[in-house]
Nanobody, 129 residues
Framework: VQLQASGGGQVQAGGSLRLSCAASGRTFSSNVMGWFRQAPGREREFVAAISWGGGITYYADSVKGRFTISRDSAENALYLQMNSLKPEDTAVYLC???????????????????????WGQGTQVTVSS
């Protein structure tokens, strides 16, 4: 089972990037999925999550209104559209998936890294001022 994140890069403040996460080895079309990020010297932090049906999304306050999470179940893929990027968005972005299918959680669970069983290797996003 592998989650492969891509789409990172270097961009100036105010710019946009679209991250993708391709899953292989099993389907995650019925699993909660999310994006986290980790900057050097900092703990891994929640960015966004999406329910297994795609109808519910959650965002960290720091990215709300600027980032959009989406999924394509047919493609077994997860996306993160990032607009109005800021230097403080600089980090390695990781995609993650819950191992259980069709599971519904209280909102707080979506924000916790422990909810997710599968993790990608991450893609670097660097935003310059």
């Amino acid at each position: 089972v592998q989650l492969q994140a891509s789409g990172g890069g270097q961009v100036q403040a105010g710019g946009s990037l679209r991250l993708s996460c391709a899953a292989s080895g099993r389907t995650f079309s019925s699993n909660v999925m999310g994006w986290f990020r980790q900057a050097p010297g900092r703990e891994r932090e929640f960015v966004a999550a999406i329910s297994w049906g795609g109808g519910i999304t959650y965002y960290a306050d720091s990215v709300k209104g600027r980032f959009t999470i989406s999924r394509d179940s047919a493609e077994n893929a997860l996306y993160l559209q990032m607009n109005s990027l800021k230097p403080e968005d600089t980090a390695v972005y990781l995609c993650a998936a819950d191992g259980a299918q069709r599971r519904t959680y209280l909102e707080s669970a979506y924000y916790r890294a422990g909810t997710y069983d599968f993790w990608g290797q991450g893609t670097q996003v660097t935003v310059s001022s």
